[in-house]
């Protein structure tokens, strides 16, 4: 119900850019294009961890971009999801090419906790997924989401936390739903989050699903997977440069 009373409220207040705060647009062209204007890269966080497959982002998590993610997925601006989806939809087509793959684009989003979902009355990851598959279909890519992952235990907050305790707190707190390795048998799988920092959270997921597939076939199949996300912190983007 909070969601849509925040989808009803930005239709009939005013609003400024979630970007650069310009008044009477919810995202300027200016913030937009720090969206998701730039061609999608590939980006490496250093220390890398275990496990985490190809990631794609389409911006540096500074400036514009960070308060774009922070508006949409912490103040409820439903509005972004259809930029945010643009940008993710961008670094799918970066990391896994124009149609012609073996089977549709499964897109996983990342699971939030039950507590944050319900704080903040929506899911982020699983919103700008469900654009970012949207965005995709409309431009010929069979893409469609797929929410098979779960929390299975109760995390830390990540905020402050380094690189290997992200890691320690993360360690096996995803699992598939029931039925999950069902509908991501036969397809190519896209991780999605919003932001990458250590990795941590990516590399868990990936664990996840392969696990959830099997021993042989997960095995097989992590090497295909690949992840996207909007935002990447700014030396994940310097370490690629190297």
Not at 76 to 98: D, E, K
Not at 231 to 240: I, L
């Amino acid at each position: 119900m909070r969601g849509v009373w925040r989808e009803l409220s930005d239709l009939v207040l005013p609003v400024s850019c979630a970007g650069c705060g310009r008044p009477r647009t919810e995202l300027c062209a200016a913030c937009g294009a720090a969206v998701h204007g730039a061609p999608a890269r590939r980006v490496r966080p250093s220390p890398r961890p275990p496990g985490l497959p190809p990631v794609y982002a389409a911006a540096p998590y500074e400036n514009a971009v960070r308060a774009v993610l922070l508006a949409h997925k912490e103040r409820g601006a439903l509005g972004l999801a259809g930029a945010l989806g643009r940008a993710l939809a961008g670094c799918v087509r970066a990391g896994t090419g124009r149609p012609g793959g073996p089977g549709p684009l499964l897109l996983i989003p990342v699971p939030s906790a039950r507590s944050a979902t319900a704080a903040r009355g929506h899911d982020p990851v699983r919103r700008i997924a469900a654009a970012a598959a949207r965005d995709l279909r409309r431009t010929g890519l069979p893409a469609r989401l797929v929410p098979v992952l779960r929390q299975r235990r109760t995390v830390l907050d990540q905020a402050g936390l380094g690189a290997r305790r992200r890691r320690a707190n993360l360690a096996g707190a995803l699992e598939l739903t029931a039925g999950g390795e069902r509908l991501i048998r036969h397809g190519r799988v896209i991780l999605v989050d919003d932001l990458l920092t250590t990795g941590s959270t990516l590399a868990e997921a990936a664990r996840a699903v392969g696990e959830g597939l099997g021993a042989d076939r997960g095995a097989a199949r992590r090497a295909t997977f690949r992840a996207v996300v909007v935002a990447a912190s700014p030396s994940a983007f310097e370490t690629n440069r190297n």
